[in-house]
């Protein structure tokens, strides 16, 4: 029965001596000449049969065990003296591991027949500095229990447990990687005037002999050695201080000053003592004697704190790593696919389903989007998780700066992944527009998720918070012309559109400040990974638009044929460029600075000579119309590229027996060229092209009927069209080539020709389309209907269109 007995009533002793160590005098106090012990309780020692609490028992348990300034101020047994007048602190200034400002006449604050002798302070009178001992008692708390922190560091992230060391002053601090690992800590101070410091002292509690990082009056931080307490402390290499860390900084965040040291190692987190000092006076004229507040203690750090690891740790970085990881399979299989299926028939996996879209593509977006779900989880597999607000925050950050570089990786005119996929630079533009599209979902959510986390006032303090703030708005400002030229293309010219887009290319670069700030601020991997991503694709493409316009070929404008009937106007321009090659059906961008200082993409058409370039371009916007006026004749201009690689002549080599072309009004501008290519492979080249205006017709026509078989070619004129008689003998040389009486449909003129294919004994075409979204449609539903009528000749779709932006209208 003793044995058991003495079983229980020894935890009930030392959670005794537990809590008396976190009060002033706990080990002291008297109730009218008893010693009581257990303060906390109606009985002076423990009893395993009576467990109720006093007065001040029950405020202390409501108050969490912390001797709080609030406690102390309060009179719990109404007798007319506070707690920290019966506990001899009067003025509620003491903190673990200091002697109490009086050690004698120490009454109980929990029953009001018991009050202190002592005489109460006179008014207005101050606590002399607090004195530090030469040990200090370690203060130990309950697993789970500490008092939960409310200071943030510069990039949003909430420390986990707060201690108050003195009225205003308080150390903050979140686990890292567990017993023997590293923690954060940060020492705040209620006001932002004069310096503030923390410091490792070698003898516990004693400030002489101890290494401190101080934050001056200025915010500069500096180590220094305390070897004195009124002199001049030389100053210390951060290899030099007592306990390695990461870093060290000086915040002002809600009106606290603080000094924020990361990643800090201590030999034995369960027993870290710490000292501090400040002052509202500088510095530099006022570190030592006794107007300086200085204190000091001892904590148990571990058991005060939830049991989890860093969130910059490695189970949250393995997410990141494997996100990236996706990203770089998805774009090398991908590419590996993309390249196999070019020189192939198609196959389900690379069939257009709608406009440029594929299964394969989708496949591609969908595991972009698991990427970026990866990156989002991450922050949650940490400490960081007990802050979910902050948790999602950082997570849409890292998604965000995940999926950053793919649009910046497809707004390559030359060498891109484009080439790498295979694909045009007119699809390219839509992945980029798609995955601009995300990047800006993302981006705009992690900002207003921080501007509700974090705060204004952090952001606005922290240059590379403020940064990522003003870049995403430079994101949206340079992106949403682009979104109102493609719904309503008169709203927002093409001129004001790209110059605008630059915007977004200034945002991007102050994104990619924002991710090495952070990286700075919290030394993490992943975040050295992502900026090195992104990075990597800002300066390729800034060496690329620098090398595209170091190569820019100057020009003059040596005629103008203006192609004007009744349904229309176009404009023909030859432009003298000696040495300027291109390739069948690439394109550039042509600048006219008498015009505007902006370069429009057109296709090049070849000149009668070598040294010339043809453009023949529909005058709908304010860059064109002015190209129809006689004045631009002898203007100087300049040709940007080429750019682009249709698949006709590659896909012609490898697989396909021949080429159908589904062309709508000026969209023959390539096919100029590339019926010619076609002609050189020896293959079968079909042409379906409706348009309206007959001058176009009649300016296009002696270059198609020298390689196309009027056999295999419709033209229908659906404009107010001359009779189809006056093309014969009127300068053609095929009168084949004129245009039919014969209104057809694309999709029943397509499956004939696939008919004709399948007689031939023919396998596989390719069809290549330019034209505006209506006739687009109709050739898909071509392809639609000939699979089903002739399945055994496998047809692949190749789309351009007029607009290098998707279209919403």
Wanted: glycine content about 10%; aromatic content about 8%.
């Amino acid at each position: 029965r003793r044995f058991v007995l003495a079983l229980v009533l020894l935890p009930l002793a030392q959670s005794y001596e537990y809590f008396e160590d976190l009060m002033p005098n706990g080990r002291n106090v008297m109730r009218n000449g008893v010693a009581w012990t257990a303060v906390g309780h109606n009985t002076p020692v423990e009893s395993p049969t009576d467990l109720t609490k006093n007065l001040f028992g029950l405020a202390w348990k409501a108050n969490g065990y912390i001797w709080t300034r609030d406690l102390c101020n309060a009179d719990s047994d109404a007798d007319g003296q506070s707690n920290g007048m019966e506990l001899g602190d009067p003025f509620c200034k003491w903190v673990s591991g200091q002697v109490p400002f009086r050690t004698t006449a120490i009454s109980h604050p929990g029953f009001a027949d018991s009050k202190s002798t002592a005489p109460v302070p006179a008014a207005g009178a101050t606590a002399p500095p607090p004195v530090l001992v030469q040990t200090t008692t370690t203060t130990t708390l309950p697993a789970g229990t500490c008092r939960a922190s409310d200071v943030k560091d510069t990039s949003g992230w909430k420390f986990e447990c707060m201690v108050e060391m003195v009225a205003g002053v308080s150390l903050h601090w979140r686990m890292l990687d567990g017993d023997g690992g590293k923690v954060d800590l940060a020492l705040a101070k209620g006001s932002t005037a004069g310096w503030l410091s923390l410091g490792f002292p070698k003898t516990p509690g004693v400030m002489l002999d101890s290494h401190a990082v101080v934050s001056k009056s200025s915010g500069e931080i500096v180590l220094v050695d305390l070897n004195n307490l009124v002199g001049a402390f030389p100053t210390l290499a951060t290899s030099g201080m007592r306990v390695p860390f990461a870093g060290a900084e000086a915040a002002t965040i809600n009106g606290k000053r603080l000094i924020i040291m990361k990643k800090v190692q201590f030999p034995d987190l369960r027993k870290v003592s710490v000292i501090y000092g400040l002052s509202d006076s500088p510095w530099e004229t006022q570190h030592g004697g006794t107007s300086a507040s200085r204190g000091g203690t001892t904590l148990d750090l571990v058991s005060g704190s939830s049991s989890a690891d860093d969130a910059e740790n490695e189970g949250t970085d393995i997410l990141v790593y494997i996100a990236v990881a996706g990203m770089l399979l998805i774009v090398l299989l991908g590419a590996w696919l993309t390249q196999c299926a070019s020189k192939r028939p198609p196959a389900f996996w690379t069939t257009q389903v709608y406009g440029s879209v594929t299964p394969l593509g989708m496949l591609g977006f969908l595991g972009v989007l698991v990427c970026c779900a990866l990156a989002v989880a991450a922050p949650f597999n940490s400490v960081a998780a007990a802050d979910t607000a902050y948790s999602i925050t950082l997570g849409l950050g890292l998604a965000t700066a995940l999926v950053a570089s793919v649009p910046i990786w497809f707004a390559f005119l030359k060498a891109g992944l484009h080439n790498v996929f295979g694909i045009s630079r007119e699809i390219a533009w839509r992945v980029h527009a798609v995955f601009g599209a995300l990047f800006l979902v993302l981006g705009t959510t992690h900002g207003i998720a921080a501007l509700t986390t974090i705060g204004i006032d952090i952001i606005g303090a922290e240059p590379h918070l403020l940064a990522g703030l003003i870049g995403m708005v430079l994101v949206l400002l340079g992106v949403l012309p682009a979104l109102a030229h493609s719904i309503a293309p008169q709203a927002v010219r093409y001129d004001m559109f790209k110059l605008l887009h630059y915007l977004a290319c200034a945002g991007y670069a102050l994104g990619f400040l924002h991710v090495l700030g952070q990286l700075v601020h919290l030394v993490s991997g992943r975040l050295a990974l992502l900026m090195a991503v992104n990075g990597i694709a800002l300066l390729a493409w800034v060496a690329q638009r620098v090398a595209t316009m170091l190569s820019t070929k100057k020009g003059q404008i040596t005629r103008v044929d203006v192609l004007n009937d009744t349904s229309s106007v176009h404009v023909a321009l030859t432009v003298r460029c000696p040495g300027f090659d291109f390739a069948p059906g690439q394109w550039a961008r042509l600048s006219v600075p008498a015009v505007g200082v902006v370069g429009h993409p057109f296709t090049l058409v070849p000149g009668e000579d070598p040294d010339s370039v043809c453009f023949i371009v529909k005058g709908e916007g304010s860059f064109t119309t002015s190209l129809m006026h006689s004045t631009v004749k002898d203007s100087r201009v300049r040709l940007e590229g080429p750019y682009g690689a249709p698949p006709v002549v590659r896909a012609l080599a490898t697989w396909a027996d021949s080429v159908i072309f589904v062309i709508g009004g000026v969209g023959i501008t390539p096919v100029l060229s590339l019926s010619q290519a076609a002609r050189a492979t020896g293959k079968d080249a079909f042409l379906f092209w409706s348009l309206r205006s007959a001058k176009l017709f009649r300016h296009c026509t002696p270059r198609l009927s020298a390689v196309l078989d009027a056999t295999r070619t419709h033209v229908q004129l659906t404009g107010d069209a001359e009779s189809p008689q006056v093309w014969v003998g009127d300068g053609v040389e095929d009168p084949g080539l004129v245009p039919s009486k014969d209104r057809r449909s694309p999709a029943v003129w397509m499956s004939q020709a696939v008919g004709q294919l399948e007689e031939a004994g023919k396998s596989s075409a390719l069809v290549f389309f330019c034209g505006p979204p209506g006739l687009a449609k109709a050739a898909r539903d071509g392809i639609a209907r000939a699979a089903k009528e002739h399945p055994h000749v496998s047809l692949r779709l190749h789309e351009e269109a007029f607009r290098f932006i998707p279209s919403y209208r």
